[in-house]
């Protein structure tokens, strides 16, 4: 089956502009998740959807960054404006379920530095 | 909050010998625990996922076990090759949410 996919690959921008992030998870996985990881660490989650809602979006900061996912299936995470901080690999999942017997599967990630 | 933490964060040795990684956790009260490889550049993939109510998991030369009483897990690579070298990191479930170790870096030398 074809893995969780992401684009685009990197992303250089100056602070202050606009960022979006594109996802598209397995096949008939339910589940989405996005996560930021900063150099050195583990991921940590964003924001979760079962199908189109957002159900656990406790960890995104809602005043620069916004999620979606139209019909279920893809997603885009936006940053607007990006700050200096914001540098870091954005990771996508996937599962068929949000309960604990199904392994979430990984995209390869956006990498984004901010000048 | 749940912490997660991982040691040694960078581990070097020779082929062939064996891996032993550490995971520890805060909160005991988990679904499960993941343990996943991550290659420079690349996301993360599953290795093994070990169920609350299971003690470990094997696949090949992976093995995986859990004691979630003392909040802890150890994952046994044997025989290590230079294709292992790589970052792991662990991760538990709980509240539908994963939180993750910072992983440790294994470099296996040829």
């Known amino acids: 089956e074809a893995g969780v996919v992401q684009s685009p690959r990197y992303k250089i921008i100056e602070k202050k502009q606009p960022v979006a992030f594109w996802c598209n998870p397995i096949?008939?996985?339910?589940?989405l998740y996005w996560y930021r990881q900063n150099l050195g660490q583990g991921p940590e989650l964003l924001i979760r959807y079962e199908n189109e809602e957002a159900v656990d979006d406790s960890q995104l900061p809602k005043d620069r960054f916004s999620a979606e996912r139209l019909k279920g299936v893809d997603s885009t995470l936006k940053i607007q404006p990006a700050e200096l901080g914001d540098s870091a690999v954005y990771l996508c999942a996937s599962s068929l379920g949000g309960q604990g017997n199904q392994p979430q599967h990984f995209g390869d990630g956006t990498r984004l530095s901010i000048l | 909050k749940q912490e997660v933490t991982q040691i040694p964060a960078a581990l070097s040795v020779p082929e062939g010998e064996n891996l032993v990684l550490n995971c520890s956790f805060t909160?005991?009260?988990?679904?499960?625990l993941q343990w996943f490889r991550q290659d420079p550049g690349k996301g993360l993939t599953s290795l093994l996922l070990i169920q609350s109510s299971q003690r470990e998991q094997t696949s090949g030369r992976l093995n995986a076990s859990l004691d979630k009483s003392s909040g802890r897990s150890t994952l046994y690579i044997a025989a290590s090759q230079p294709g292992d070298s790589a970052t792991y990191l662990c991760?538990?479930?709980?509240?539908?949410?994963?939180?993750f170790g910072a992983g440790t870096t294994v470099t296996v030398r040829a």
């Open positions: 096949s008939g996985h339910n589940t």
């Open positions: 909160d005991s009260a988990i679904y499960n």
């Open positions: 991760a538990v479930l709980d509240d539908y949410k994963l939180s």
